[in-house]
Nanobody, 115 residues
Framework: QVQLVESGGGLVEFGGSLRLSCAAS????????MGWYRQAPGKQREYVAR???????NYADSVKGRFTISRDNAKNTVYLQMNSLKSEDTAVYYC?????????WGQGTQVTVSS
């Protein structure tokens, strides 16, 4: 069983930055790919970014060049550095991790960008 806990969300001004963290705990030998998703009010959850265990990254077009995903395998933690934030980035951000062919989700952290 894997537990994911996100942190780092909050209120930020347009153009500002935030760094999200997601720490995995439990009996973990080697986490697979980890990623971030987000869900804005009234919308479906959408993919944001993903990073494999070896460090390969992928981003949604909407965040390319502004967001950077990284991970610390020793700490079982994934990060999302968000720069040049826009109003449309306002959402609950969820961490996702693949472990032993099963997807795990965190409880989410709210990011609100004020204009």
């Amino acid at each position: 069983q894997v537990q994911l806990v996100e942190s780092g969300g909050g209120l930020v001004e347009f153009g500002g930055s935030l760094r999200l963290s997601c720490a995995a705990s439990g009996t973990i030998f080697s986490l697979g790919a980890m990623g971030w998703y987000r869900q804005a009010p009234g919308k479906q959850r959408e993919y944001v970014a993903r990073i494999t265990s070896s460090g390969s990254t992928n981003y949604a077009d909407s965040v390319k060049g502004r967001f950077t995903i990284s991970r610390d395998n020793a700490k079982n933690t994934v990060y999302l550095q968000m720069n040049s934030l826009k109003s449309e980035d306002t959402a609950v951000y969820y961490c996702n991790a693949l472990y032993v062919s099963r997807n795990y989700w965190g409880q989410g952290t709210q990011v609100t960008v004020s204009s």
